[in-house]
T-cell receptor, first 109, second 115 residues
Framework: GIQVEQSPPDLILQEGANSTLRCNFS?????LQWFHQNPWGQLINLFY???GTKQNGRLSATTVATERYSLLYISSSQTTDSGVYFC???????????FGTGTRLQVFP | SAVISQKPSRDICQRGTSLTIQCQVD?????MFWYRQQPGQSLTLIATANQGSEATYESGFVIDKFPISRPNLTFSTLTVSNMSPEDSSIYLCSAGSGTEYGSYTFGSGTRLTVV
């Protein structure tokens, strides 16, 4: 099956810092989403981004489908950004979302 | 995207018992899914809940342990049967179509502890 690896596995930041999270996947995909899982376990859909670049406030994401990776940028981080960030991909004609290994982010004041 | 209500939000259960988790979607959706998230781990797909037919299980998951119902296009249940402490996890349901206007969304999860 498809492999979805995220890096770094853990990230500790001070409030106000910027960060880049990476997602590598081993096969062609027709869907890629980034999620934030808050400390209460809820998964929040951040971006639907099978290709190209999108921005939403302090967050932006870029997917280079031909090179099989995606990046999530967090600028001016806040303590509320803490949690686990997952990318998830869907291979063509599978109708299944497969999750990456996750990046655990801790932002301290 | 669909809005999903999941319940219960958490439960503590005795080993050997069963728990049924419910998932209600605010609109009709073709695809519904159940995931398990073991402590400190990523999400693993258990099965796809098919309306009007048997669920499709992923490798390592069987119907006897995780029976699933999907009576209509807005509702599904997952039962965790004959529970052991190893079943302690967060269970999440999901719905969507993999498109921008129907991108996959998730219920708030059920945090299960088996004692």
């Amino acid at each position: 099956g498809i492999q979805v690896e995220q890096s770094p596995p853990d990230l500790i930041l001070q409030e106000g810092a910027n960060s880049t999270l990476r997602c590598n996947f081993s096969d062609s995909v027709n869907n890629l989403q980034w999620f934030h899982q808050n400390p209460w376990g809820q998964l929040i859909n951040l971006f639907y981004i099978p290709s190209g670049t999108k921005q939403n406030g302090r967050l932006s994401a870029t997917t280079v489908a031909t090179e099989r990776y995606s990046l999530l940028y967090i600028s001016s981080s806040q303590t509320t950004d803490s949690g686990v960030y997952f990318c998830a991909v869907e291979r063509w004609n599978t109708d299944k979302l497969i999750f990456g290994t996750g990046t655990r982010l801790q932002v301290f004041p | 995207s669909a809005v999903i209500s999941q319940k219960p939000s958490r439960d503590i259960c005795q080993r050997g018992t069963s728990l049924t988790i419910q998932c209600q979607v605010d609109s009709q959706v073709t695809m519904m899914f159940w995931y398990r998230q073991q402590p400190g781990q990523s999400l693993t797909l258990i099965a796809t809940a098919n309306q009007g037919s048997e669920a499709t299980y992923e490798s390592g998951f069987v119907i006897d342990k995780f029976p699933i119902s999907r009576p209509n296009l807005t509702f599904s249940t997952l039962t965790v049967s004959n529970m052991s402490p190893e079943d302690s996890s967060i269970y999440l349901c999901s719905a969507g179509s993999g498109t921008e206007y129907g991108s996959y969304t998730f219920g708030s999860g059920t945090r299960l502890t088996v004692v």
